[in-house]
């Protein structure tokens, strides 16, 4: 990945009061005004209604914090290669990807007309930020769920990584051998709600209310809090 923009993975909670301080951080990297836009694609198997919901959210989110929002109603392949949706996408320099179905956004996305948009906006300097499976498709793999141990070859903005969200609500039990059995990515991130590992310059960072846990090839583990650096070591 090249240093050209920001990528932000957060663990969960997007679009809540508790992320304004995450987001602000995000908005503050940027050379000019904010223009965001919230694509709620990974919702779009949950039904009718719900990828609105949460675009009326990210709308209404990302407005206190002072930019101007569009919400990218991309729901289908199809939709993902507009090409009214990929300009819309283009004239932004923040996406947001909601949460949802990790594999349906994945699939939706790949090598798409929309997919480039998103990656034209950060290879322009701007702000791609993925919340739960928006996360998880950021990544080099992405866990199939409930499958956890098979892996798939994810969008690769942050190529080093499998992400693992809402980490800090899963049971140790559970997530101790179903680790063990992935294909091993060069690290493992395990992040919680209402956090982000958040890549700017070429380094990565934690911001947010609690930790990211990363996981080595090597089997090394390390936490890390909201302001720390992380050290990306033990391949």
Request: aromatic share 6%.
């Amino acid at each position: 990945m090249t240093s050209a923009g920001v990528v932000a993975l957060v663990g969960a909670g997007e679009f809540l009061a508790s992320m304004e301080p995450v987001d602000r951080q995000l908005l503050d990297y940027l050379g000019a005004a904010p223009r965001v836009v919230v694509l709620p694609t990974a919702s779009a198997p949950d039904g009718p209604g719900v990828p609105e919901r949460w675009a009326n959210m990210g709308v209404d989110h990302f407005s206190r914090l002072g930019a101007t929002v569009d919400p990218v109603m991309l729901l289908t392949r199809a939709d993902a290669e507009s090409a009214t949706l990929a300009a819309q996408i283009a004239a932004a320099n923040v996406v947001y990807l909601s949460g949802g179905k990790p594999a349906y956004l994945l699939e939706t996305l790949r090598q798409s007309a929309c997919w480039r948009a998103i990656a034209g906006v950060f290879a322009a300097g701007g702000v791609v930020a993925g919340c739960s499976a928006g996360a998880m498709v950021l990544g080099g793999q992405v866990a199939d769920f409930p499958r956890f141990w098979r892996t798939l070859p994810g969008l690769g903005l942050a190529p080093d990584f499998l992400v693992i969200p809402h980490f800090d609500e899963l049971p140790a039990r559970m997530m101790r051998p179903a680790i063990d059995r992935i294909t091993r990515p060069r690290f493992i991130a395990g992040i919680d709600g209402g956090t982000a590992l958040i890549c700017a310059g070429g380094g990565w960072h934690v911001a947010g209310q609690k930790t990211v846990t990363i996981q080595a090839r090597d089997g090394s583990a390390r936490t890390y809090r909201d302001g720390d650096d992380v050290a990306l070591s033990g391949d």
